[in-house]
């Protein structure tokens, strides 16, 4: 089994770093006492929270201004342990501002590029946790996230470890792509459109058989393509035909065959005439990438045979488009012709950035941003002898699409508006073209969901 990635806690004396490490890891490791440097030694401990696995490890306490035999030896300690952490977390007092010595380190450590996390001990009353946004701001430090924990009651150390899996979960391997894989891209749409010759012109040969006459292709077909400095696997399929129609037993396998491929590939590219309305075919496809969860590249082909050819008629196109699809927005668009090529360059680069930002991981202080920016402009209202709702969290959990939990205290089911408003607001602050994103409400306490 792989080390785990390595989370130290950081501290000046006597902020009890040893007694939040006794709550995180349930267990009386390290001792706790309120004489200075009672910690002098390293202490570990694997710790498992939202499928991720990492070892805490306990440092003494340091003073930078006064370092006597006993600091001076727990700096060298530190900074040894610095070399294999994943990430850090500072301790501070909530009493107190951020001392010289805890800037002091703090610079050290985001000059080393490593995450860190303010974790603000002895918030003990669970209201001050709840607003603490003025605790939150006199903590704050070149952006680094800052979590109101008591390491003597237990309070915010469930936010604490959501801050710590946010902080390592990139640098695991599920939580990127596999190395050594390559994104497969599927090309989908009704027969005659034009997939096979576009498929050829990417590929600069004549692979697939191309006819005027509709269902030439009857196969998926997967072919290995070099592009960019990067390797990608692109899947041409059968054309569909309307909803539900198919004309024999072999259209009917070629229909399943699209929609295997569909579910193997990583992005779709979903192909039309573009001198052609959108259809069923279409909006049904397209419906089927959102659902699944794959990226998507919107191509109107065949666009040499238009009379319009200007920016100002992409544009326009663009916007119907965007009113027959409004469930899939996020998709960006492009005019292509496979027989006079245009364009064919943006069809792959469109792919490949899809495909990235499927794997994308937004950063756990943008989330907080983002709550916080909801919880202010919606306001949620309690009623009559009713407890006001509290969104107390927003998480990502995964990626491909990426995927966040919003958290809420309310007891009876929370309005699918709050989920879209978040929603929104992780567009705005971050588009990420081409990937659906999914934003989950999480209610522990509901009585009905």
Not at 64 to 74: E, L
Request: charged share 25%.
């Amino acid at each position: 089994m792989p080390t785990p990635p390595r989370v130290l806690l950081l501290g000046r004396t006597n902020v009890g770093k040893s007694t939040l490490f006794n709550r995180l890891t349930r267990r009386r490791l390290a001792i706790a006492d309120p004489s200075p440097h009672t910690t002098r030694d390293l202490q570990e401990e694997v710790i498992a929270w939202e499928h991720t696995h990492f070892l805490l490890t306990d440092s003494g306490g340091f003073d930078v201004g006064k370092p006597d035999m006993v600091g001076a030896g727990i700096l060298r300690q530190v900074d040894r342990a610095l070399e294999g952490t994943t990430a850090v977390i500072l301790v501070v007092e909530a009493q107190q501002g951020l001392r010289t010595e805890e800037r002091t380190f703090l610079k050290t450590v985001l000059k080393k590029k490593l995450p860190v996390i303010i974790a603000v001990n002895k918030v003990d009353k669970p209201t001050a946790r709840q607003t603490a946004d003025a605790l939150v701001a006199k903590f704050a430090f070149g952006g680094v996230p800052v979590i109101p924990v008591s390491a003597k009651n237990g309070g915010g150390s469930g936010d604490l470890l959501d801050a710590v899996a946010q902080a390592i979960r990139p640098r695991e391997p599920q939580a990127i792509a596999k190395p050594g894989t390559n994104p497969t891209f599927v090309f989908i749409g009704r027969t005659n459109v034009g997939k096979s010759s576009l498929v050829n012109a990417l590929l600069r040969d004549e692979v697939r058989v191309v006819a005027d006459s509709p269902h030439t292709t009857r196969d998926a077909a997967a072919f290995q393509l070099n592009v960019q400095q990067r390797t990608c696997t692109v899947i041409d399929t059968a054309g569909v035909r309307a909803h539900g129609k198919t004309a024999n037993r072999i259209e009917a396998m070629s229909l399943k065959a699209t929609y295997e491929a569909l579910e193997n590939a990583d992005v779709a590219l979903l192909m039309w005439d573009a001198n052609e309305p959108l259809g069923l075919v279409e909006k049904t496809l397209a419906g089927e990438v959102a659902k699944k969860g794959k990226g998507l590249i919107l191509i109107a082909n065949q666009w040499d045979r238009t009379k319009y050819k200007d920016p100002r008629s992409t544009v326009a196109l663009e916007r119907v488009v965007q009113g027959d699809l409004p469930y899939i927005r996020w998709a960006p668009m492009v005019c292509t012709s496979a027989t006079k090529p245009h364009n064919l360059h943006r069809v792959l680069s469109l792919a490949f950035a899809a495909y990235d930002n499927r794997q994308q991981w937004v950063e756990p202080e943008a989330l907080k941003h983002i709550l916080w920016t909801v919880k202010r402009e919606l306001r949620p209202s309690a009623g009559k002898g009713k407890k006001r709702p509290i969104l107390s969290k927003l998480i990502q959990v995964s990626v491909a699409p990426p995927t966040f939990h919003l958290t809420t205290t309310k007891r009876e089911a929370l309005p699918d508006a709050y989920r879209r408003s978040v929603e929104k607001k992780i567009r705005l602050s971050f588009p990420l073209p081409g990937t659906p994103i999914r934003v989950i409400l999480q209610q522990p306490y509901a009585k009905r969901v």
